[in-house]
C-alpha cells in the first residue's frame, strides 16, 4: 500500500497499525529467507510503535477542536539502511568490525521518521561500510534481486530497495556516496531520490565519505518518495553541512519543461537496450509536451576516476577510527601494533581494504598534489558544467546505469568492471545536485530506471517530473 492508502484505511478502522505491522512482518518472515534484504529485524520495536498509533487514533475524536492530526508516517512500514544509526539497535555498516555494535542513540533522519509515526520494521543489508554496487561485498552475504534472484539488487542500498520492491515495507530510508540509492532502485523497480548535499542531515549516519553521502528515501512512488523526503529534510544543529532550504510552490507545468539530454551518457559503454528504453521514456515525455534538448558535460568522461581518488581518499581518513582499540572489534595480537593489524585485517572486506590502501596513497606526501588536489579541481569542472546546462534546462535525463543488473558472481573478481557500473551516477555526489531514479521499463522482465537531475535544492522540480512520468509511461 502507499502512505496514503495506509492513512485512509487507519482512519477509516479499516485495520489497526498493530494488523499493519503484523502483515509486513509476516510478509519478511515469508520472503526474506532468500532475499536477504535485511541485516536485522526490530520486530518489537515496530510493534510498539504501532500500538502508539493505534491510541492517538482512538484519542483523535476526543482532540479533533485541538487540531490534532495522524502525523505523515502514522502507522507507515518503513525498513532503514544499516549504516544509520537506530538507537538500541545492532548497526553493522554490513561488516564484521561493527558486528556487535549497538547504536547509543537515533540518527537525525530516525528521531524524524519516530515523531512522524513510521514503524521500523529492521535494519537493512548493504555494501560493507557502503563501497559497493550491489550488495556484494556485505560481511554478511549479498541480497538478491527479486526480479531475478541469481542476479544482484544494485549497492549499496540493495536491501533498502528489495524491501521496498517485495513489499516488505512501504518505505525505506538508504544512503547515497556515489550513486547507493539511485542504481538499486533502477535496479529493483522502485523509486529512490539522492537529496542535494546539505538538504537532509547526516548526524547519526556512519560516514564514508564526508563530502559524497547523502541520507535519501526510497519508495514504490514518487509521490510516497517526496512525502518521506518532507519528513527528513531540514537543517539540523547537530550537522554544519546541513541546511534550510525552500519549497517550491510554482505551478508546475510539463508543456514549460525544458529537459536536458547529455550527448555523453549515450556513448560508449552503455548497453543498446538500456539506451532504448531510456530514449522511448524521453520521447514520452516529449510527446507530453516537454521540450528535449541536447546538451553536453564535457567533463564528464573524467568523473569516474575523479570520483574514486575523492571517494578513497576520504574513506582512508573516516575508517582509520576503526583500528580495534578506538572503535569496532578487536582482536588481539599481543602488542599494540600486531593488535592494530589483525584487527582491520580480519575484520575488515577486501573492497575496503583495496579502497583505504590507495586513499592513502593518493593523500601521502609526494602524491597529494597529483591526485587529490587536482581531484578536487576535475570536481570544480564538473559543477561548472552543470551550472552553464541548467542555465538552458530545468531537468536532465538519462539512464541511472549503463547496465542491467548482472549476475551474482559476474563482476566481484574484476574492480574495474564494477565501478564502472557507476559511471552515471558519481557526477551528481561530485556536483552536489539532486538526482531521481524512477523505474521507466524492463529489459526481459528486469527493471531500468530513468535518471532525472535538477538544480541543488530543486528536489519539487523532480518529484513533479517525476510523477508527471509516471502518468505517461507504460510498461
Not at 270 to 286: C, N, T
Not at 384 to 410: N, R, T
Amino acid at each position: 500500500m502507499t502512505i496514503e492508502e495506509i492513512r485512509t484505511g487507519l482512519l477509516k478502522k479499516e485495520f489497526s497499525a498493530v494488523e499493519l505491522a503484523e502483515q509486513y512482518l509476516a510478509r519478511i518472515r515469508e520472503k526474506d529467507q532468500e532475499l536477504h534484504a535485511f541485516l536485522n529485524v526490530t520486530e518489537k520495536l515496530a510493534l510498539a510503535q504501532a500500538r502508539e498509533i493505534d491510541e492517538k487514533i482512538a484519542r483523535l475524536p476526543a482532540r479533533q477542536a485541538t487540531g490534532e492530526e495522524l502525523p505523515p508516517l502514522a502507522g507507515v512500514p518503513c525498513s532503514v539502511k544499516d549504516a544509520i544509526l537506530v538507537e538500541g539497535v545492532l548497526c553493522t555498516a554490513g561488516s564484521r568490525m561493527l558486528e556487535n555494535y549497538i547504536a547509543p542513540y537515533d540518527a537525525t533522519v530516525v528521531q524524524k521518521i519516530k515523531k512522524a509515526g513510521a514503524l521500523i520494521v529492521g535494519k537493512t543489508n548493504m555494501d560493507e561500510f557502503g563501497m559497493g554496487s550491489s550488495t556484494e561485498n556485505s560481511a554478511f552475504g549479498p541480497t538478491k534481486n527479486p526480479y531475478d534472484p541469481t542476479r544482484v539488487a544494485g549497492g549499496s542500498s540493495g536491501g533498502s530497495a528489495a524491501s521496498v520492491a517485495t513489499g516488505e515495507c512501504a518505505v525505506s530510508l538508504g544512503e547515497d556516496t556515489g550513486g547507493s540509492i539511485r542504481l538499486p532502485a533502477s535496479f529493483c523497480g522502485v523509486v529512490g531520490l539522492k537529496p542535494t548535499y546539505g538538504a537532509v542531515s547526516r548526524y547519526g549516519i556512519i560516514a564514508i565519505a564526508s563530502s559524497l553521502d547523502q541520507v535519501g528515501p526510497m519508495a514504490k512512488t514518487v509521490e510516497d518518495c517526496e512525502t518521506l523526503f518532507h519528513v527528513i529534510r531540514g537543517k539540523d544543529p547537530m550537522d554544519s553541512t546541513s541546511v534550510e532550504s525552500k519549497i517550491s510552490n510554482d505551478e508546475f507545468l510539463i508543456s514549460k519543461l525544458r529537459i536536458g539530454v547529455p550527448k555523453e551518457y549515450f556513448g560508449e559503454g552503455l548497453d543498446p537496450q538500456v539506451e532504448k528504453v531510456i530514449r522511448g521514456a524521453i520521447e514520452k515525455l516529449e510527446h507530453a509536451g516537454a521540450k528535449i534538448i541536447e546538451v553536453s558535460l564535457p567533463h564528464c568522461s573524467y568523473a569516474l576516476a575523479d570520483y574514486y581518488i575523492i571517494n578513497m581518499s576520504e574513506i582512508s581518513a573516516n575508517l582509520a577510527r576503526y583500528d580495534g582499540i578506538r572503535y569496532g572489534a578487536s582482536v588481539s595480537g599481543g602488542n599494540l601494533l600486531a593488535t592494530y593489524m589483525r584487527s582491520r585485517g580480519e575484520k575488515l572486506g577486501a573492497e575496503v581494504k583495496r579502497r583505504i590502501m590507495l586513499g592513502t596513497y593518493a593523500l601521502s606526501a609526494g602524491y597529494y598534489e597529483q591526485y587529490y588536489v587536482k581531484a578536487q579541481k576535475v570536481r570544480a569542472l564538473l559543477r561548472k558544467d552543470f551550472d552553464q546546462v541548467f542555465e538552458k534546462v530545468d531537468v536532465i535525463a538519462g539512464p541511472v546505469s549503463p547496465f542491467l543488473p548482472f549476475k551474482i558472481g559476474e563482476k566481484v573478481g574484476n574492480p574495474l568492471a564494477m565501478y564502472l557500473v557507476d559511471m552515471y551516477t558519481v557526477t551528481l555526489n561530485l556536483a552536489g545536485l539532486p538526482g531521481l531514479s524512477v523505474p521507466a521499463g524492463s529489459v526481459q522482465g528486469l527493471p531500468v530506471g530513468l535518471q532525472l537531475i535538477a538544480p541543488a535544492f530543486q528536489e519539487q522540480t523532480l518529484f513533479e517530473t517525476g510523477k508527471a512520468f509516471e502518468k505517461i509511461r507504460t510498461f
